[in-house]
């Protein structure tokens, strides 16, 4: 089974502050993503990589960065945090055959309340 | 665009019924579709996935039906269990741009 790890798992920082997201995979995938999860909205597709040094912009960009130093470490970077971005994050990863089968692997989630 | 519609946001039901929770989509690309399940404070899990129009695909008790006719993938189940109660999530992997599209989730929940 793959193993997609995130950290912290729970985080709470005022509007304005600074917030790095970590998620680490350990299975080789060449395909990482950030999601946010919201009630009513389903999972909602940040940012996505192919492999290290390569970013490609989602659905719902706007607010964060994101960097994938590795082809095991992906960054989710919100610099200027809102209370919109209050929500459920995940990461997960695939790879170059699973993304095209849509099998991913999911990590543990990372709660991130903006005050 | 691309998109999935789920029309269920809850459903009740008790042990041992059937259910059907509900999905649609559009896409102007071959459409490939999945049923993802998530269980409270756990990580989304693939649970089923689409195969050729109008074959069945099933697994864990679950079942769906790829019907490109009606632009459908409906997951049912002939008998639910309490360890059902869950989110679950349709997804449209289209092939124009090969990213994951969610719907908007059902969450099941199973009575005694």
């Known amino acids: 089974e793959a193993a997609v790890t995130q950290s912290p798992r729970n985080k709470v920082t005022v509007t304005g502050g600074n917030v790095t997201l970590s998620c680490r995979q350990t299975?080789?995938?060449?395909?990482m993503y950030w999601y946010r999860q919201d009630t009513g909205h389903g999972l909602r597709l940040i940012h996505y990589s192919y492999g290290a040094g390569n970013l490609q912009i989602g659905d719902v960009p706007d607010g964060y960065k994101a960097t994938r130093t590795t082809q095991e470490d992906f960054f989710l970077l919100l610099e200027l945090a809102s209370p919109s971005q209050t929500s459920l994050y995940f990461c997960?990863?695939?790879?170059?055959?699973?993304?095209?089968?849509?099998?991913?692997?999911f990590g543990e989630g990372s709660k991130l309340t903006v005050l | 665009g691309d998109s999935v519609t789920q029309t269920e946001g809850l459903v009740t039901l008790t042990k041992g019924l059937p259910v059907m929770l509900n999905c649609t989509y559009q896409t102007t690309y071959s459409p490939f579709l999945f049923w993802y399940v998530q269980h409270l404070n756990e990580a989304p899990k693939l649970l089923l996935k689409?195969?050729?129009?109008?074959k069945r695909t099933e697994h864990q008790g679950f079942y769906a039906t790829l019907h490109k006719s009606s632009s459908s993938f409906h997951l049912q189940k002939s008998s639910v269990q309490l360890s059902d109660s869950a989110l679950y999530f349709c997804a449209l992997l289209s092939s124009g741009s090969w990213q994951l599209i969610f719907g908007s989730g059902t969450q099941l929940t199973v009575m005694p």
């Open positions: 689409s195969s050729t129009d109008n």
């Open positions: 997960a990863s695939s790879d170059r055959d699973n993304a095209n089968t849509g099998q991913l692997y």
């Open positions: 299975n080789s995938h060449n395909y």
